[in-house]
């Protein structure tokens, strides 16, 4: 899993790889009291609370003190503006009772105080805390004494302005000395970076030697008093994608699964608190992998999510798209048109892949399909030539047995690779057609040769019947072992007048391979394994090698209802929307693939991002695919095939987005589907 630290204000790349940093089990000199870290060792992060509004940032623990420790701490552009804010009233700390997100933004933590003069075992002094990404907390205390209540109020504060990466791996290096300024405190580091604390009201004493702020409160009986924090730096930064520029609309979902709004609310948030700003500006708006660990440039994971994305409407995917434009190799070589990315750990049996090659393959894949959503002219005119290019360098990486290796000509041909190169292929023809550009089929007879050699050189037979290998390597071998990456075969992606590209298998391969990732070996109850429980190397916490990843889940389920399998799909759908419930539908990116038990929960990962753009778009794809909608916007029409078995019930969609007009839909608990709202002189199609 490749790390990136939060985008830099002048730049929007990555400040850093802490995977790349030397590990050490020697803890920094003079680190931040209580969050020095075994360098090179990564914190936990599953029980964070994280505040996202990208490029700003808060970390909180459930208790809502600001101790220092590991990541905690607000942020802005991947520097940590400040690491304790530890709150003592009366003398002691609150005694924590609740801490959870209100929104992507934003996380209330509720604590109470007990004080000797307490007229019994009921705390009579209550404390709120408002904590928002954009460096704000509001900390509210209440008195519901009968008689009035004196006492102190003193907020530590303190910070190393370290940066993410450093941080990540135990550099974050000593707590810098303070001074005060104005009704606050001032830090200042030795690159030239600083940090400002502002309170108001402002505090009766504020001594720099102990980086205190101390107010005198007084409460009358049934009062409340309110201190804002606020912190910042003179560094400019980029609007977040939350602004007026937001390219996500006000879309909502209900039905008669009281679990559909939620995770369509939350989906939708974490997704827009996801956005930064590329150097294009308000049409570069793109979503970041994921938080703490991927908020570098948009790659693979981007493209995946503005996919799935698409029934919000096509800006997202525009601005991503063109992002990735940018970085695209031009110059002379065996790269020309490839999409540059990391290496990406691939579990136990294969050598890492190159994110760089899904995304390649990708590109021409969400442009084909962005058109068929509404994607406007003018920006299918820019990016069409970059989709060209995509499927130039997929002609010239094949390696001599027709498959696509990854990396590089000699590499293993993953399943999934192969999967995704047909996609390009067939979608990429329907592009260049419906564009007037030559090569369209020439490309659908390279993907017609590719089903043929995929059939007769990547199925490992079995007593059952057999399933499509994990890999094949140049000289033959097969990897037969069960993997999610096999699920990646259903995924055909949508042509026009609604109908879905073939696939790299016939009927009775597909019925197989449904069987195959409805067994227990891959479906955990929660989701698909990314390897077979009985495989060896097989680890619940692997990122490809057992964990269950959500992104892979909602490909299969997509996949599963295309090819008319809908009770399997049924099934991995009700046991991933349990998972989210059990993870207050804020989806990670991925949880341990351990086997479901009776009244058991999903078990974090420990450094799963969350939010994750993948699984925050997954949450979309999944409660929109259940109505089947299928666009061909060029062609003004709109096909409805909802999933009849209508496995949560009846839904209802609005605020989503097909020819750059609101739409919205209705599918019956019976699987009935009736538009509701659509651009004027769309026609339903068959």
């Given amino acids: 899993m490749a790390l990136t630290a939060l985008p830099s204000h002048t730049s929007g790349t990555s400040s850093g790889d802490p995977s790349r940093a030397a590990p050490s089990r020697a803890a920094p000199p003079g680190a931040v009291r209580g969050g020095a870290l075994p360098r090179g060792e990564l914190p936990g992060v599953h029980r964070a609370l994280f505040c996202v509004a990208l490029p700003r940032l808060a970390v909180s623990a459930e208790h809502g003190q600001l101790t220092g420790q590991g990541l905690e701490g607000f942020y802005q552009s991947g520097r940590r503006l400040l690491a304790r804010?530890?709150?003592?009233?009366?003398?002691?700390?609150?005694?924590?009772?609740?801490?959870?997100?209100?929104?992507?933004?934003?996380?209330?933590?509720?604590?109470?105080?007990?004080?000797?003069?307490?007229?019994?075992?009921?705390?009579?002094?209550?404390?709120?805390?408002?904590?928002?990404?954009?460096?704000?907390?509001?900390?509210?205390?209440?008195?519901?004494?009968?008689?009035?209540?004196?006492?102190?109020?003193?907020?530590?504060?303190?910070?190393?302005?370290a940066r993410l990466a450093a941080i990540a791996v135990g550099r974050a290096g000593p707590e810098l000395p303070a001074s005060v300024h104005a009704a606050g405190l001032r830090w200042a580091a030795a690159d030239g970076g600083h940090a400002v604390v502002s309170a108001d009201?402002?505090?009766?004493?504020?001594?720099?030697?102990?980086?205190?702020?101390?107010?005198?409160m007084e409460l009358a009986p049934g009062a409340s008093r309110t201190i804002e924090l606020r912190i910042r730096t003179d560094r400019p930064v980029r609007p977040t994608g939350r602004t007026a520029s937001n390219p996500l609309p006000e879309a909502s979902a209900e039905g008669d699964d009281p679990r559909v709004r939620p995770l369509f609310a939350a989906s939708l948030d974490d997704l827009g608190a996801l956005l930064l700003r590329g150097p294009g500006g308000s049409t570069d708006v793109h979503p970041a992998a994921g938080?703490?660990?991927?908020?570098?440039?948009?790659?693979?994971?981007?493209?995946?999510?503005?996919?799935?994305?698409?029934?919000?409407?096509?800006?997202?995917?525009?601005?991503?798209?063109?992002?990735?434009?940018?970085?695209?190799f031009r110059g002379p070589g065996r790269d020309f048109g490839r999409?540059?990315?990391?290496?990406?750990?691939?579990?136990?049996?294969?050598?890492?892949?190159?994110?760089?090659?899904?995304?390649?393959?990708?590109?021409?894949v969400v442009l084909a399909e962005a058109r068929r959503w509404g994607l406007p002219e003018g920006d299918l005119a820019e990016l069409l030539p970059t989709a060209e290019r995509c499927l130039h360098w997929l002609r010239t990486a094949l390696g001599a047995d027709g498959l696509l290796g990854e990396p590089g000509p000699s590499g293993p041909r993953r399943v999934e690779t192969q999967a995704h190169a047909h996609r390009a292929a067939l979608l990429g023809a329907d592009l260049l057609e419906s564009c007037g550009r030559p090569g369209a089929d020439g490309w659908r007879e390279w993907a017609g040769a590719l089903r043929l050699r995929f059939r007769r050189t990547f199925w490992a037979d079995g007593s059952t019947g057999g399933r499509p290998a994990a890999a094949r390597w140049p000289d033959g071998r097969l990897l037969p072992q069960p993997s999610a990456g096999a699920a990646h075969l259903l995924d055909t992606g949508l042509l026009g007048g609604g109908k879905r590209a073939p696939g790299l298998l016939d009927a009775p391969e597909t019925e197989r391979l449904a069987g195959m990732v409805r067994g227990a070996d891959l479906d955990s109850g929660w989701g698909l394994r990314g390897l077979g429980s009985k495989e060896p190397g097989h680890n619940p916490f692997g990122h490809r090698a057992g964990?269950?990843?959500?992104?892979?889940?909602?490909?299969?389920?997509?996949?599963?209802?295309?090819?008319?399998?809908?009770?399997?799909?049924?099934?991995?759908?009700?046991?991933?929307?349990?998972?989210?419930?059990?993870?207050?539908?804020?989806?990670?990116?991925?949880?341990?693939?351990?086997?479901?038990?009776?009244?058991?929960?999903?078990?974090?990962?420990?450094?799963?991002?969350?939010?994750?753009?993948?699984?925050?778009?997954?949450?979309?794809?999944?409660?929109?695919?259940?109505?089947?909608?299928?666009?061909?916007a060029p062609a003004r029409t709109v096909a409805l095939r909802p999933v009849r078995s209508a496995p949560l019930g009846a839904l209802q969609l609005t605020g989503l987005r097909v020819a750059e007009a609101p739409f919205s839909v209705r599918v019956s608990g019976l699987g009935l589907g009736m538009v509701e709202e659509a651009a004027s002189g769309l026609q339903l199609g068959v």
Avoid: K
């Avoid at 509001?138 to 004494?145: D, G, K, M």
């Avoid at 102190?152 to 303190?158: A, C, D, H, K, W």
């Avoid at 009766?204 to 005198?216: F, N």
């Avoid at 999409?339 to 021409?364: M, Q, Y």
């Fill in 85 to 161: 804010c530890l709150l003592r009233i009366a003398g002691r700390e609150p005694l924590p009772l609740q801490g959870r997100m209100v929104a992507a933004d934003r996380a209330r933590f509720s604590a109470v105080v007990r004080t000797p003069a307490d007229a019994g075992p009921d705390p009579e002094i209550s404390v709120e805390r408002l904590r928002d990404a954009d460096g704000t907390e509001r900390i509210t205390l209440h008195n519901s004494a009968r008689g009035v209540r004196r006492f102190p109020v003193e907020i530590t504060l303190g910070t190393d302005l």
């Fill in 291 to 328: 938080v703490p660990w991927r908020c570098g440039p948009p790659a693979a994971e981007a493209l995946w999510a503005v996919r799935m994305a698409l029934p919000l409407g096509t800006r997202l995917a525009a601005g991503t798209m063109r992002t990735l434009a940018r970085t695209q």
């Fill in 201 to 216: 009201p402002a505090p009766r004493d504020a001594m720099a030697s102990a980086g205190l702020l101390r107010w005198d």
């Fill in 339 to 364: 999409i540059p990315g990391p290496l990406r750990d691939a579990g136990p049996h294969l050598p890492p892949s190159c994110t760089g090659v899904e995304a390649t393959l990708a590109f021409p």
């Fill in 547 to 632: 964990a269950v990843r959500v992104h892979e889940t909602a490909v299969a389920i997509d996949g599963l209802i295309a090819a008319g399998y809908e009770e399997e799909a049924g099934s991995l759908l009700r046991g991933l929307l349990d998972a989210a419930e059990a993870f207050g539908h804020r989806l990670p990116e991925m949880y341990a693939g351990e086997r479901r038990t009776a009244g058991g929960a999903p078990v974090p990962h420990p450094a799963a991002c969350r939010p994750a753009a993948v699984a925050a778009a997954a949450g979309i794809h999944l409660l929109t695919g259940l109505a089947g909608i299928r666009p061909d």
